[in-house]
């Protein structure tokens, strides 16, 4: 259990879902402004072209709604809200594109910063791709497997004499 707590605390400190949870609140909130964009700005315009009629009240209506006398609904009515799907539709759109564009920016920015680093390791005659070379044999080492240690080796075989001999037995007593 011990390990299973450790292994979980690894886990959860790593960069890359720290990174990761941040990304989805901060997701969570542009998501709500974007929605607010669609819903504030850019389904106002739309209903503006399409006479006056709000993109979330366009519907074809399958069966009329029931009312009694008094005005009471006695069935609701039955509609497809295809301007809703339109509105969320555009939501996603502006959504992945504010998105992508973000991610562009900083790409370049990031690119940016290699190019100035590298430019100012050259000026004070540091060679940059022997260092990249470098990283990259250290990146490829790592992810190398380890060697196995002749206590493992040694199990194995064991592991492997124990077989035989299971299946020997199970042979012989058929």
Do not use: C, H, W
């Not at 901060?26 to 072209?49: E, R």
């Amino acid at each position: 259990m011990k390990r299973f707590i450790s292994d979980f605390k690894a886990f959860i400190t790593r960069g890359n879902v720290v990174d990761m949870a941040v990304g989805v609140v901060v997701g969570g909130a542009f998501s709500k402004i974007v929605t607010s964009l669609v819903g504030d700005i850019v389904t106002p315009l739309i209903g503006l072209i399409t006479g006056g009629t709000s993109l979330s009240d366009l519907k074809v209506v399958l069966t009329e709604a029931e009312t009694a006398a008094d005005g009471t609904v006695i069935t609701p009515e039955n509609a497809v809200t295809y301007g809703a799907f339109i509105q969320n539709i555009i939501d996603f759109l502006l959504i992945a594109f504010s998105i992508f564009t973000v991610i562009r920016i900083f790409g370049m920015l990031r690119r940016k910063a290699e190019e100035a680093r590298n430019l100012l390791l050259k000026k004070e005659g540091v060679d940059t791709d022997a260092q990249e070379a470098a990283a990259e044999e250290a990146a490829a080492e790592a992810d190398a497997e380890p060697e196995m240690s002749s206590t493992d080796k040694l199990l194995i075989e064991i592991r492997d004499l124990l077989k035989e001999n299971k299946t020997a037995e199970e042979d012989n007593a058929q």
